[in-house]
C-alpha cells in the first residue's frame, strides 16, 4: 500500500482560492470539478483522466474543489466530517499530476447559481476549461438541477469538451467518500485503505499531555489534530513521521479516551514511536494507520494496562514487518 506522499510534494502544485471569478489565464485547462474529499481511487480516475486531457491539450491538469464543503452550507447539521484538509488534497493531487488547485468557497450565493451561469462564470470564464472532466453522477447548479449532460449541452455552447468518467467500483458498489469514513468509524483499515489506494492518515501538531504515558514506560506524543475524521476508538500499528522529514517510524496508536483512567472528554489520539525517543513538542506528526490491534477498553490495574500496552507494541512491530 503505497504511502500518501510518494510523488511530487505539495509546492509542486498552486492552491489558488477564487475569492473573485476573475479570469485566471492558464494555458489550456483541462478540469475537473467536485469534493474530492479523501482523493479516494474513484477521484482518481478523474484526475487520470484530466491529467491525459491536459496532455492532449498541451495545457494544464486542473482540479475545483469547494471550501467549506457544500454540505457544511446547505445541510450543516448532517455535514460529514472532512477526510482531508485543503492543504492534504492539494499534496496528493500534486503526486498524481495535477498543477492548478482552485479552491472555490461554497457560499450559499453560490448555490443560488443555475446550472448555465456556474458553467459560464466559473468554467468558462474564470477558469478558461477547454475540457471538463466529471463523474458520471455529477450534479451542479441551484438544487443540483444540472447534469453531465446538461454540462455537455452547455459545454457547446460555451467552448468546452465534457468527459463523464464512469464510477470506480469495489466490490459491486461505487468507491465513496462516505463508504471510507463508514470503514474509518469501525476501524476497518483495511477496507478504508482499498478504498482509498493508499494508507489513510490524519496530521497533528504535537501538545503537552498528563505524562501518563511516560510514567507508564511508553511516552507517547498526543495530537492537536488538523483532520476532522479519524479511525474510531482503538489500538492501531501506525507508520508515523514528521512531516518535514521523511523517514516513517513504526508506531502503536491508541484512539479513545482512556476508560482506565475515568475515559469521558475528548477523543485523544497518542502515538508511541517504537524504539525512538525525541523531543517531538510543536512538531506535527502524519500517522499513518496500517491495521487496528484491539479495542480500547478499561484495565483492573495499572500493571495490567503496562503489560497490554507492551503486547500492542508487539504486536505492531510484527504486523509493520509485513506492511
Known amino acids: ?36 474529499d ?18 492532449r491539450l498541451e495545457g494544464t491538469a486542473v482540479v475545483l474543489t469547494f471550501d467549506p464543503h457544500p454540505s457544511h452550507v446547505l445541510s450543516p447539521h448532517r455535514a460529514p466530517e472532512a477526510l482531508l484538509t485543503v492543504e492534504q488534497k492539494a499534496e496528493i493531487l500534486a503526486s498524481l ?4 488547485l482552485a479552491v472555490l468557497p461554497f457560499t450559499r450565493a453560490l448555490a443560488d447559481k443555475d446550472a448555465r451561469t456556474f458553467a459560464r462564470e466559473v468554467l468558462h470564464d474564470c477558469l478558461g476549461a477547454r475540457s471538463v472532466i466529471v463523474g458520471q453522477g455529477f450534479r451542479f447548479g441551484r438544487h443540483r438541477e444540472g447534469d453531465a449532460a446538461r ?15 464512469a464510477p470506480v467500483l469495489h466490490d459491486g458498489t461505487p468507491i465513496s467518500s462516505t463508504r471510507i469514513r463508514e470503514a474509518l468509524a469501525r476501524g476497518e483499515i483495511d477496507a478504508a485503505n482499498d478504498l482509498l489506494g493508499r494508507r489513510c492518515f490524519v496530521d497533528g501538531r ?42 516513517r517510524r513504526p508506531a502503536v496508536v491508541n ?14 489520539v497518542e502515538v508511541h514511536l517504537l524504539d525512538y525517543a525525541a523531543d517531538l513538542y510543536g512538531s506535527v ?34 504486523v509493520l514487518r509485513q506492511k
Open 38 to 55: 479523501g482523493v479516494h481511487r474513484g477521484h482518481q480516475a478523474l484526475v487520470s483522466a484530466t491529467r491525459e486531457a491536459a496532455q
Open 151 to 165: 454540462l455537455l449541452e452547455l459545454g457547446g455552447e460555451l467552448d468546452f469538451t465534457v468527459q463523464a468518467v
Open 1 to 36: 500500500m503505497p504511502s500518501p506522499a510518494t510523488g511530487p510534494d505539495a509546492d509542486a502544485l498552486s492552491i489558488v482560492r477564487l475569492e473573485t471569478l476573475e479570469p485566471r489565464r492558464w494555458p489550456k485547462p483541462a478540469v475537473t470539478v467536485g469534493n474530492f
Open 206 to 247: 504535537v501538545r503537552k499531555g498528563e505524562g501518563r504515558g511516560r510514567t507508564l514506560g511508553f511516552p507517547t506524543a498526543n495530537l492537536e489534530l488538523l483532520n476532522e475524521a479519524v479511525p474510531g476508538g482503538g489500538v492501531y500499528a501506525c507508520w508515523a513521521r514528521r512531516t518535514d522529514e521523511t523517514t
Open 255 to 268: 484512539v479513545g479516551r482512556r476508560p482506565t483512567f475515568g475515559g469521558g472528554g475528548d477523543l485523544i
Open 285 to 318: 506528526l502524519r500517522v499513518e494507520f496500517a491495521l487496528k490491534l484491539r479495542d480500547e477498553r478499561a484495565f483492573p490495574s495499572i500493571d495490567a494496562l503496562k503489560a497490554q500496552i507492551g503486547a500492542d507494541a508487539d504486536e505492531a512491530r510484527r
Open 97 to 100: 499530476g495535477i498543477e492548478q
